[in-house]
């Protein structure tokens, strides 16, 4: 007996479903890859290094320079550290020592055969002036000490001090001789000099040193320090009709800087 929900007997054997591998089912005609074959799969992304090398924007860094600069910068941080430890080593000697610089003070100045014609000078000066070591801890070592004598801007005479020694705290009596024969002086130095002279019965003159000096404690020395003196404004007592004259005021303290 039949039964009417089976379905009907065609002779053909039904079609097989599509083989998910890309070749037909039973009734195909493409024949399966052989064994063995290796199906292709999707390509990995192109690691970094592989695309910085095809990149024609991308300059790998050159051995050499990256040699050099890590050079520079040792040779910086080596010479950023000498700077440091240098200057704490100054500091604290700084504050061991505490230099200062010495005191100069002019006790006389005395001119004599001065003589103002035809803006041509001719004077003799005589300086005796003290200088004073104020340092506790240090010795000083003049080596040169040069002098000269000015009015205004103008260089009248120059000369030379012996060289010497001070201790601490100790005060040192110099003198300096200074002279001048028919020297030429500028008409507006002349011409103040007169004036000076015919109005008050003085001119004032202007010292001013500079000395080479060392300091020194015990075993440690200090490079050699020029250091300049300026005296000014030291009137000197002399009228019209003198051609000789002493400071007037006594000693003036003179100004001392590096």
């Known amino acids: 007996?039949?039964?009417?929900?089976?379905?009907?007997?065609?002779?053909?054997?039904?079609?097989?479903?599509?083989?998910?591998?890309?070749?037909g089912g039973?009734?195909?005609?493409?024949?399966?890859?052989?064994?063995?074959t290796a199906y292709p799969y999707a390509a990995p992304p192109p690691s970094s290094t592989t695309y910085y090398n095809n990149n024609p924007y991308y300059q790998q860094p050159?051995?050499?320079?990256?040699?050099?600069?890590t050079f520079?910068?040792?040779?910086?941080?080596i010479a950023i550290a000498a700077m440091v430890i240098t200057g704490t080593f100054v500091f604290i000697v700084w504050l061991i020592l505490r230099p200062r610089l010495p005191e100069f003070r002019v006790d006389s100045l005395s001119v004599s055969n001065l003589n103002l014609s035809n803006s041509l000078i001719s004077a003799n000066w005589d300086l005796r002036f003290t200088v004073r070591n104020p340092n506790k801890k240090l010795t000083l070592y003049y080596d040169d000490v040069a002098a000269a004598v000015f009015y205004d801007s103008a260089s009248l005479s120059d000369t030379t001090v012996p060289p010497f020694f001070q201790d601490k705290r100790a005060e040192t009596?110099?003198?300096?001789?200074?002279?001048t024969s028919g020297s030429y002086v500028e008409n507006r130095a002349f011409d103040g000099m007169?004036?000076?002279?015919?109005?008050?019965?003085?001119?004032?003159?202007?010292?001013?040193?500079?000395?080479?000096v060392r300091f020194k404690a015990g075993s440690w020395r200090a490079r050699r320090r020029f250091i300049r003196v300026y005296c000014k404004d030291l009137s000197v007592g002399v009228g019209p009709n003198k051609s000789s004259g002493n400071l007037l005021g006594g000693p003036r303290q003179c100004r001392v800087g590096l």
């Open 26 to 36: 039973y009734g195909s005609s493409a024949q399966p890859p052989p064994p063995g």
């Open 72 to 77: 520079l910068r040792r040779i910086i941080a």
């Open 173 to 179: 009596a110099q003198k300096a001789s200074f002279a």
């Open 62 to 69: 050159i051995p050499y320079a990256v040699q050099r600069a």
């Open 1 to 23: 007996m039949n039964d009417p929900n089976r379905p009907p007997v065609t002779g053909y054997p039904a079609a097989a479903p599509p083989n998910p591998n890309g070749y």
């Open 194 to 212: 007169n004036k000076e002279r015919a109005r008050s019965s003085a001119i004032g003159f202007d010292v001013r040193m500079v000395a080479r």
